[in-house]
């Protein structure tokens, strides 16, 4: 047949089902929409990042990282007499907090020097080339002084290095000038300018180091020498590296859900085109009876897939791109303590592909699979499964589901020790939890069937025969199993979630409870208290017993930026507490008070290659040698954490400045009246900000929970996907059997007992659905827990999320059956003379 | 007893023409008689039974089964008169597939009885009919044949007044049919139910104590011969 000729016919089938048609594409497009707005939500994250990084180093191949953030005078007119360099420049960057009329943020303060568009050739260089001159002032990125509600000319607060300083807004950066920088929290000075505000004239955190083309090796051996082990020759771009490992366990969660809502959305699609089973099955008993071949009838099959599925997969890129615009915007709140990245919204060609192609994907499969029965069913007789072979197909299934399932529990229980390993037991789950679907629905058959015994009455038995039939039980099953699905990863990734708040909280706790009060600078990027300051030289004011320098900032080891906690010796309580997977808590507390001993996050840790009692050498600005006291959970920073004492860190640090304060009230006075104290003492020029330890902790725990809102965000898609799924199968599936329902009507049932017999039906097929999902979903939490505690190293507390799942199983369930029971009140009341037709 | 009287339905076809798809039947059939309607495919053989059903509603005329007017009950009423004095065989039998054989049978009978006394009262009938081999098979696990004599232990389980056969053996073979009308007579004779045939085979007429024909929504005497010929 031409294709012509295929496609004019799918034109006229199309116009006789296009109801079917429609819910089909509807499900297609829900699946590839919660795909591509994931992806496009996880691409965007990394992306953002390196565009931000490429925009500031442009050219760039090569930063230069000096310990101690000191370089000799030297060092950059040493790099520029290097044969095969094109440019090099010096920047300072520093987070600092910026307030304006409107509005407060992070901001991260870029200073640079005359000669910076040589290294960075790109327009953003050019563009930052005319604020050069920015002495006492500072140009912004459009967008986030119009978030700070600050116009050129006027002053925005910022506080650096403990104090707070107005600083002129001399110019706005526009997109076209800066390119992906407007969508950054990133501001631009004059590098004199910068070290003013921070009070260190000398400080430079980086020199960039552009060559020449094709003399990158040469440079870099170069660069290799003058550093001569003093400083770190890394690529420009090492940031982005350092983020990609920070954002792995985010990233790996959208992973998970990415491959979930697919599969959501594939059993969307299924149901859906099941619906269209008899239709095109009588087309292709028409095609053979009318003697074209079984391969005119799959080229047939596979136009009606391909159109679906393109049109589906257009239509879900479309929904899915404004899901990422408007639901899946919020970063990990929690990145932005150490990464300055934008808002940028980025969409790769691979995003794309994927989406387009698992749409186009499922299309074929939900579309062809039932084709190859239906030509078999043409050409013979019956072949599908009935009476004793059907029961047996269905104890095979069952059986191989709980061979899959130990296995999966086996994993859920032995712990996944890495992240590939837990998603293969996340699979195992899942399909163990399809193949024991048809055997559950079968005993909650039988035991409607054992409670109806004793009654009279027809609606039972009406719905128990009706799925017990081999067209309905399949579409049934699909039904149930999308369910099942939506419930497994609510229950098991909110579950894990949940756990990990747990985990964070009780590790936020421990943190902030070592000290009643904090001084530290304020803002949003400085929640783990690591911008340093030097300590304001005053004595404990009244209702105060002692002040004390607590110091903690972030330390590049390998491709990790981990965090590091200072603690003073004098804090009253351990920031270990429940934290220590390898080691004893209490003496690891001791030792790293008395000095000389560190306890490290266990991935750090293996990283090095060091164990409790080992040596380790930190690449501080004063390299450190310590012994490892204990090994612990990674304090919920992705990159893993080094806690030492106070002492030690200044010297490693080489340095006296602190990045808290904190402060001991005396006996009778209460944390806030100390904190009044303290604020009174440090007076209104400070830019310090004084909280309880109580108030500290409530911010923490809201930025932890803010960097897991789209996970909630995704959890509620699939949820709601999956309960329109349903619904709309079920209700296709019963608006269908209209004529089945009329010839019961036309027997003498009522159409009330119907109706009844309708709603029991969906109640048992969402029934088995949650109950399977929920139950297999508890396991699955389980693993997920294991899997964050072995692959990130996160302080997790596992306990099996019983509320969620009985609330999702509840609202989905509720939710399907309301829907079913509206459409099937219509469907009920159909004309029972057309049942004698 | 069915009498009917006069009776009359008209439709609006499609292009506005009002249609009397039945006018004027009158016909009587008594308990244990057998009674045939021949007739071609839009003579109106299965609105009458429709009306007799009260399925449909006549627009004159009156029908009534053992006294009771049927013509003129609720919606309700016609849906208990039908589950209670109505048996239906019907051309494709309509079977529960996921039920098995003497579930199907006992279908009707479940708003007065529990599932196991319904089974009970319906496999000494399904025994009688060759099925007593066949009691747990689902119903798309039966040949034609075995499908439509469950329909007929269906339709005789409520011990009925009435039974309507609509083109009951259109699927079957000569011989499948012969048995099933065979069958029908015999226990039509046995239950004193009134069965009305409808049927466009000439053979299937045969059967039947008495036949007519239905030709343009009325009724006259069935000559065997014109209707072969």
Known sequence: MKLSNIAALWWIRLRARRGQELLALFGIATGVALLFAALVASSSLTGSFQRTTESIVGDARFQLTARGAAFDPETLPGIWRLPGVAAATEVLEVRTEMEGPEGRRSVLMLGVLPGFERVNGTPAAQALAGNFALLGAMALPAPLAHSLGAGVEQRVAVDVNGERTPVRLASLLSEQQIGPLSASPVAITSLPYLQELSDQPNLVTRILVAPEPGREAQVERALQRIAAGRLEVRPADFEVALFRQAVEASNQALSIFSVLSALVGFLFAFSAVLLTVPARRAMIAELLLEGYGAATAVRVMLFDALVLGVAASALGVLVGDQISRHLFTTTPGFLELAFSFGTERIVTPANLAIALLGGVLASCAAVLGPTVGAIRAARGPASGATGDRGRRRIDLLSLAGLLVLAAGVAIANAGSGSASIGLAGLTLLIVAMLLLLPGLLRILLAVVDLLARPRRGAVPFIATADLRARETRIRGVAVAATGAIAIFASVALQGARLDIQRGMDRSIQEQVRIAPVWAMAPGGANLLATVPFDPPDIAPPPGIERLDGYRGSFLDIGDRRVWVLGPPASARSSLLGGQVVTGDEGSAQRRIRRGGWTAISADVAAELGVGVGDRVLLPTPVPIELRVAALTTNLCWPSGAIVLNASDYARAWGSTEVSALIATPERGTTPAAAARSLRAALGPRSGLVVQTAAERERDQRAASRDGRTRLIQITALVLLCATIAMAAAMAGLIWQRRPFLASVKAEGYSSGELWRSLVLQAALLVGAGCAIGAAVGLLGQRLLSHALTDVTGFPVIYTPAWSSALLACVAVAAAVVTIVAAVGYRAATVDPESGLD | ?229
């Open chain 2, 1 to 229: 007893m069915i009498e009917l009287e006069g009776v009359v339905k008209q439709f609006e076809a499609p292009g506005g023409e009002i249609v009397r798809a039945i006018d004027g039947v009158s016909l009587a059939v008594a308990p244990g008689e057998l009674v045939a309607l021949y007739g071609p495919s839009g003579s109106g053989k299965t609105t009458l039974l429709k009306i007799v059903a009260a399925l449909l509603r006549p627009d004159a005329g009156s029908v009534t089964v053992d006294g009771r007017d049927v013509a003129g009950l609720s919606e309700r009423e016609a849906a208990d008169y039908r589950l209670e004095q109505v048996g239906f065989i019907r051309q494709v039998p309509e079977l529960l597939p996921g039920a098995t054989a003497i579930d199907n049978a006992a279908f009707k009978l479940l708003r007065r009885y529990r599932l196991p006394e319904a089974r009970a009262r319906v496999e000494g009938q399904l025994r009688g009919l060759g099925l007593g081999e066949r009691l747990r098979h689902r119903g798309n696990e039966l040949s034609g044949g075995e499908r439509q004599r469950v329909m007929i232990a269906r339709a005789l389980a409520i011990e009925p007044s009435v039974v309507l056969a609509d083109e009951p053996t259109g699927n079957l073979d000569s011989r499948r049919s012969g048995e099933v009308l065979d069958l029908l007579r015999r226990l039509g004779r046995e239950h004193r139910v009134a069965t009305i045939l409808v049927t466009h085979d000439p053979l299937a007429a045969g059967y039947a104590d008495r036949a007519y024909e239905l030709h343009d929504g009325q009724i006259r005497s069935y000559a065997a011969d014109s209707a072969q010929a």
